[in-house]
């Protein structure tokens, strides 16, 4: 087609100008699509579909993220990257075996600071089989610990401890709820995943 255009233009310039003229008003977008399309923000954004992201010192892998979206921008201020439609990340022990669970719906990671913020259905599970559950939590890279101010309720194997706001390590073996609103003893067998 493009050559067929070439040989009219060079036959007949006034042909090829009427084309061209009848062609432009065929192509339409609005300057709203066109500045959302070259937006700095979207121009600087990497996307990632089903991500696996491995955390490791001195040769020894520490944990394990997988999300299914990732999407990262490193212009933004501060810079971050959003996991959205689900996350979960396994910790290791030192010998390379799972020590605990965590896992969420979405969750923002400030790079720079080394912060993420989990949200939607934040849910850890430790090997000793102790759950933390609460909606909104987060994980300090740095110091290697959770915290929360919202609501939490933790199951052990003999209760449920129900507070509101909570730290905790890493690994989930040691936690401490800031106030505690209500405990309650159950069997084990009643105990869910128990």
């Known amino acids: 087609m493009i050559k067929l255009l ?3 233009y060079r ?22 699509e066109v500045n959302e399309l070259i937006s700095p923000g979207k121009a600087q954004e990497d996307r990632g579909i089903d991500v696996t992201v491995l ?3 001195d040769g020894k892998i520490q944990a394990r993220l997988f ?19 689900g996350m979960k990340v396994e910790f290791f ?45 987060v994980w300090n890279q740095t110091i290697k610990k959770f915290f929360t101010e919202k609501d939490v309720s933790i199951t052990t194997p003999t209760q449920v401890i129900y507070g509101k706001g909570m730290e905790a390590n ?21 105990v869910p995943g128990g």
Request: proline share 4%.
């Open 6 to 8: 070439i040989k009219i």
């Open 67 to 85: 999300t299914h979206e990732l999407i990262r921008n490193d212009n933004a201020k501060p810079p971050f990257a959003d996991m959205k439609n």
């Open 93 to 137: 022990d030192d010998s390379s075996k799972v020590k605990n669970t965590l896992t969420a719906r979405s969750a923002r990671w400030y790079t720079q600071e080394g912060n993420i913020l989990i949200r939607d259905s934040v849910k850890i599970v430790n090997d000793k089989g102790e759950m933390l559950e609460t909606s909104e939590m």
């Open 55 to 57: 955390y490791s010192k």
């Open 170 to 190: 890493q690994d989930f073996s040691l936690y401490q709820i800031t106030k505690i609103t209500g405990m309650v003893r159950v069997k084990k067998e009643e």
């Open 11 to 32: 036959s007949t310039p006034i042909l090829f100008g009427g084309l061209l003229f009848l062609a432009l008003p065929s192509c339409s977008n609005s300057m709203k």
